[in-house]
């Protein structure tokens, strides 16, 4: 490994060693956004020289922007044989990801991911095996990529007794949302403009069905201790049934809807959720708008927020640069910490929450008829709006006290099958 570096503080420019000293050696597994990013990145300063990357077609033509140095290869052995200081997986998906990081690893070689879904499904492993090889394996751009928190808590166990994660995770969503209640465009109409502005996939089905969130909320639900917690384990909802009366309505009650990611731990077990939210205007994050990511942490000393860019190629990039040169320092995040050995698998259950309701239908009964039908399946309400009559068909929406998944979904269907067919929604709701 080359000698360690000390960084100079740098202001939004690539960083700069300020002890002449060999720089880090990286091997890129993957040349596309992040990559080339990181590429690009280090590749502006010293401290920091990618010798090669993995692709998958190497004859491609790359930009002319990526530093001609960088030996481009579909072959991974080379890769390794190299004997780069870092490897930085920037592949994404599951395989080659993760048997590539385990090459890595028990060659000795530390490893940087931004590879949320690998370490949401196979972080457990991974990191087990980075701290029996004792070396670093450190994943801070998996979850808000421009905003650096894990690698502090990481060192910061008492700080970081964390009960709750409550969060905004997924950028494309949160803009979704933020256009349609803003702009009063329909969730078509705001996804394409999220793709036409690079903020969206073009097939952006992990984003707006929940996916890319599950992952980092397990992923989060993992770092700070809660146990190991597969994303399919978690209540998973999509925004598509959101529409723009929705959000109308949640202003009317005092709040707007958000894509949300929740967790708490009770007793040997986590109660955790990914999907669309009623968030009052009394939480803060009902105010993070458009691309913004924010995560909330609910610990013994108070409510920590973190804020800031969730994903971007120059913005990630700058976070793996970070952690490459704390790998190459040796400093890992799980390896040298005896209080975490392995991570426990634990259960994860429905949380139970107030509800806010929309009900859709031809002909819908009186608003007393309908609290009292909810009522009797122990549904009680809290706030009932006027009813909403567009086009001929009226929704009507309410606020309910907390009950659990299960009873909200009978009543409902009751009310369904009373009322010749109305249609129902139920999204969870934060507290203040
Ligand atoms: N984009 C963001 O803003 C962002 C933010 C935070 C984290 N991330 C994470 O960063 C990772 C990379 O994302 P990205 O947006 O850079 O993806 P991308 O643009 O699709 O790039 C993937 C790269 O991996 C290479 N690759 C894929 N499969 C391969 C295989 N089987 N063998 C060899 N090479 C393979 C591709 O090769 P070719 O070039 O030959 O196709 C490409 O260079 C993902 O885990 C993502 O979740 C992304």
């Known amino acids: 490994m080359s000698t360690v570096v000390v960084l100079e503080p740098a202001c939004g420019i690539a960083p700069q060693a300020s002890a002449v000293s060999t720089p880090i050696r990286i091997a890129l597994l993957g040349l596309g956004q992040i990559g080339s990013a990181v590429a690009e990145l280090s590749h502006r300063g010293q401290t920091v020289r990618v010798t090669g990357a993995l692709v998958r077609t190497p004859g491609r033509a790359r930009g002319s922007h990526l530093p001609r140095d960088i030996a481009v290869t579909a072959n991974a052995d080379a890769l390794f044989a190299d004997d780069p200081d870092v490897v930085v997986e920037a592949l994404g998906g599951i395989e080659p990801a993760r048997t590539l990081v385990r090459d890595a690893l028990l060659r000795g070689i530390p490893v ?22 004792g070396v670093p394996l450190l994943y801070e751009a ?8 894990l690698g502090t808590f990481a060192r ?16 494309t969503t949160n803009y979704i949302l933020s256009s349609m209640r803003t702009e009063r465009v329909d969730g078509a109409t705001a996804l394409a403009e999220a793709q036409r502005r690079g903020f969206a996939e073009p097939d952006p089905r992990n984003d707006v069905g929940g996916i890319d969130a599950a992952e980092k909320l397990a992923v989060l639900a993992g770092h700070f201790g809660f146990g190991r917690v597969l994303p399919s384990s978690i209540e998973t909802t999509g925004i598509t049934e959101i529409v723009g009366l929705d959000l109308e309505h949640a202003g009317e009650f005092g709040g707007t809807v958000k894509a949300i990611v929740h967790a708490h731990r009770i007793a040997g077990s986590v109660r955790a959720f990914a999907g669309p939210a009623f968030v009052p205007s009394t939480n803060r994050l009902s105010h993070i708008d458009g ?14 927020c973190f804020s800031g860019p969730g994903a971007g190629p120059a913005a990630t990039a700058a976070t793996i640069l970070d952690d490459v040169i704390a790998a190459a320092r040796g400093e890992g995040w799980r390896s040298t910490d005896a209080r975490h050995p392995t991570i426990p698998d634990v259960p994860v259950e429905a949380a139970t929450t107030g509800w806010f309701v929309r009900i859709t239908g031809s002909s819908l009964p009186e608003g007393e008829e309908i609290a009292d039908l909810l009522g009797s399946h122990g549904v009680w309400l809290r706030r009932a709006s006027a ?11 309410f606020l309910s006290y907390p009950c659990a ?10 009310l369904s099958a009373a009322t010749d067919g109305s249609t129902a929604l139920a999204l969870r709701t934060l507290e203040s």
């Open 142 to 149: 998996s979850v808000l990529a421009g905003v650096p928190f």
């Open 291 to 304: 691309v913004e990511n924010a995560v909330i942490l609910c610990g013994t000393y108070g409510d920590l």
């Open 387 to 397: 009813p909403d009559t567009r086009q001929g068909i009226e929704s009507r929406y």
């Open 112 to 133: 940087v991911t931004a590879n949320k879904s690998l370490i949401a499904r196979h972080g457990g492993e991974l990191l087990d095996l980075a701290a029996q090889r």
């Open 156 to 171: 910061r166990p008492h700080a970081a007794a964390i009960t709750a994660i409550t969060g905004i995770v997924n950028g």
């Open 405 to 414: 998944k299960p009873r909200i979904d009978r009543a409902l269907a009751s």
